[in-house]
């Protein structure tokens, strides 16, 4: 199985700020790479598709970067409705895996 | 846009076997170019695969729950399930669906999710 870890679990900021997060996968995986927001009691969303697309409807201010087994998102100038908690995901072989998870709040 | 609906019980007792159904709509899984999906959300947990299934009938498990999974698929109406058997309250987690696309290869959109509970 492909082991992807974010970094860091969890994170304060504040509003404007710019933030990233990162997430490294144990074996390249191309650009297979996707990250979704989760926002507490509701289902994951899509963000950034194949590391660095972004998906219809996001704000620009998130962006992805990363090829092999390091990638990146980041938010450019925080919103209160971005703190939340963030997956990667990663599509290149089954099992499909995730993400731990890492934990925006606000400082 | 299409979306998903998971329905089912909410309570299971242990050793006995979950089943959770999910309804498709604006979208006929016959049209091919997706794997329906579960994931399941431990409480204050991640996310974990737990396998997919094709229109006809093709699947892929997680081998770490493939010895209890099944999922099938009716095209009939429009749906898709899972059976997971011999629960224990491990298996107590927020079940998702959700289209996985071929060759797109993400997750989108989810189904609302629904919590199911392992308990006597």
């Known amino acids: 199985d492909i082991q992807m870890t974010q970094s860091p679990s969890s994170l304060s900021a504040s509003v404007g700020d710019r933030v990233t997060i990162t997430c490294r996968a144990s074996?390249?995986?191309?650009?297979?790479l996707n990250w979704y927001q989760q926002k507490p009691g509701k289902a994951p969303n899509l963000l950034i598709y194949a590391a660095s697309s972004l998906q219809s409807g996001v704000p620009s201010r998130f962006s992805g970067s990363g090829s092999g087994t390091d990638f990146t998102l980041s938010i450019s100038s925080l919103q209160p409705e971005d703190f939340a908690t963030y997956y990667c995901?990663?599509?290149?072989?089954?099992?499909?895996?995730f993400g731990q998870g890492t934990r925006l709040e606000i400082k | 846009q299409v979306q998903l609906q998971e329905s089912g019980p909410g309570l299971v007792k242990p050793s006995q076997t979950l089943s959770l159904t999910c309804t498709v709509s604006?979208?006929?899984?016959?049209?091919?170019?997706?794997?329906w999906s579960w994931i399941r959300q431990h409480p204050g947990k991640g996310l974990e695969w737990i396998g997919y299934i094709y229109y006809s009938g093709s699947t892929y498990y997680n081998p770490s729950l493939k010895s209890r999974v099944t999922l099938s698929v009716d095209t009939s109406k429009n749906q898709f399930s899972l059976k997971l058997s011999s629960v224990t309250a491990a298996d107590t987690a927020v079940y998702y669906c959700a289209p996985y696309g071929d060759p797109s290869n993400w997750f989108d959109p989810w189904g609302q999710g629904t919590l199911v509970t392992v308990s006597s």
């Open positions: 604006g979208g006929s899984i016959s049209s091919g170019g997706y794997y």
């Open positions: 074996q390249s995986i191309s650009s297979y």
């Open positions: 995901q990663q599509s290149h072989s089954t099992p499909i895996t």
